[in-house]
Structure formats: structure tokens, C-alpha cells
């Protein structure tokens, strides 16, 4: 079988295809999207909740993808932690998703849109019972 490279230089058999599926690419952002500090979560929506309610960790919960033959576009639903600058996060999120995604799949990212869709407060019962 002759061999190719693809774009990214790895060596590619001529006779197929390689398909990488839209949730794998959802897992790869959540992931790389909640490593960032200042992210306290992924807004998921009805369907997400439901999963975690039944036992099931989403992994891609808050990751809406498209993914073309050698592109993929994102979009991110964070919940961020209070007291954090958003635009900052925001930011390093989008870097972040890209750097992961890009390295792992070969796909080049074209677009990370973020979604703030709530914030997250301590709560103050917490922070007092850890004083006395």
C-alpha cells in the first residue's frame, strides 16, 4: 500500500480515510477547557444534567463542535468562578482548547467561541465552618 503524508506530516495509507468523530473532539475541549483555572465548570443544558443525574459523567457536556474533513469550529459553555476577570479566562480557554485539539486530532481549530452562561459563588456557610 503507497503511503502519503497528510497536512499535519504523518504518513497516511492512500487506501483509506481516518474520521475523527465530533465527541471526541467535545472530550478533548472540555477537558482542556476545565484545566484552566477560573473555570469552575460546563453549562450542559437539560441533557447534561440528566446524564450526571443517572450516573454518567459527560465529558464533551458544554461543548458544541463541527467538524469538517480537516477543520473543526467550537463552541464553549463555561460557568466561571466569581471574582475571576472574564476576558482573561476566556482567552486562555480559547488557547488552550486549540492547543489540545490541533495536537491531538491533526484538525486545524478554526474557531473557539466562548459562552459564559453563569457564575459560581463559594458558599459562605463553607468558608465560615473552615474558620472556626
Known sequence: MEKRQDATGSQLATGGSV??????????????????DGVAGMSG????GIT???????????????VG???AALNLY???DYGIRIPEVASQV???VKRAVESMTGLEVT????????VAFKDHR???AKVR
Open 19 to 36: 474520521r475523527i468523530a465530533d465527541e471526541v473532539v467535545g472530550v478533548i475541549a472540555g477537558i482542556a477547557a476545565t484545566e484552566v
Open 45 to 48: 443544558g437539560i441533557v447534561g
Open 52 to 66: 450526571e443525574m443517572l450516573g454518567k459523567k459527560n465529558l464533551a457536556k458544554g461543548v458544541k463542535v463541527e
Open 69 to 71: 474533513e480537516k477543520e
Open 78 to 80: 463555561l460557568v466561571i
Open 94 to 96: 480559547q488557547e488552550n
Open 111 to 118: 474557531d473557539v467561541n466562548i459562552h459564559v452562561q453563569g
Open 126 to 128: 463553607e468558608e465560615e
